[in-house]
């Protein structure tokens, strides 16, 4: 059985998010123009990319060496930004052969996530949303913590700039890149 705070593993007794409605306005939405940093030491303006990317947003990744704030695990949908990773991470040549690009994001700074991208070995970007300007302009869906302001977990499947399909809630997390897989290869589109 995984220790409670073992941030490579989820707790079988995690609490399941409920859908409050607070991503329905996404699906069409247009992606603002917005320069964010990169754990590549490059800005990525998602809205300019051409093709598929898949962006999944999470709250924050939990490090070996830091506590997980007070009650994480009793948030529903908190928990989990390692596995997600992880299995995005392992599924990533499958995104790749449908011609999509993945992106993680969360509001740690690229430092915090560059930590993360070496420990995982992630063959893929994390961009910092450390100031919120995509979630405020995109009017995601956010929960406090220990004066935290996180965005709750989320993917935006994007074609060019405009939002293709949104899942939300997400859970359990780590196995949500293969539902994310299997909704690319039903809807896959030259």
């Known amino acids: 059985m995984p220790e409670p705070d073992d941030i490579n593993t989820l707790p079988e007794d995690l609490p399941a998010p409920t859908d409050d409605g607070a991503s329905n306005h996404l699906p069409g939405m247009e992606v603002p123009s917005l320069s964010l940093p990169s754990t ?3 800005i990525v303006d998602i809205a300019s990319l051409p093709g598929k990317t898949v962006l999944y947003i999470y709250p924050m990744t939990g490090r070996p060496d830091m506590e997980l704030p007070e009650n994480w ?9 390692t596995p997600e990773s992880c299995a995005f991470r392992d599924l990533h040549a499958e995104f790749r052969s449908f011609g999509a690009r993945v992106f993680g994001m969360s509001t740690q700074s690229t430092e915090y996530q560059r930590e993360a991208v070496e420990r ?17 302009a995109m009017k995601l869906p956010t929960f406090g913590v220990e004066g935290m302001t996180l965005t709750k977990r989320l993917t935006l499947v994007i074609r060019g700039s405009k939002v293709e399909k949104v899942f939300y809630p997400v859970f359990p997390p780590d196995k949500h890149p293969a539902e994310v897989l299997e909704w690319l290869s039903r809807n896959a589109k030259p």
């Open 40 to 42: 590549a030491g490059r």
């Open 120 to 136: 995982l070995g992630l063959q893929y970007e994390l961009l910092s949303d450390e100031n919120l300007d995509f979630a405020e």
């Open 73 to 81: 695990n009793s948030i529903p949908g908190a928990r989990g930004c």
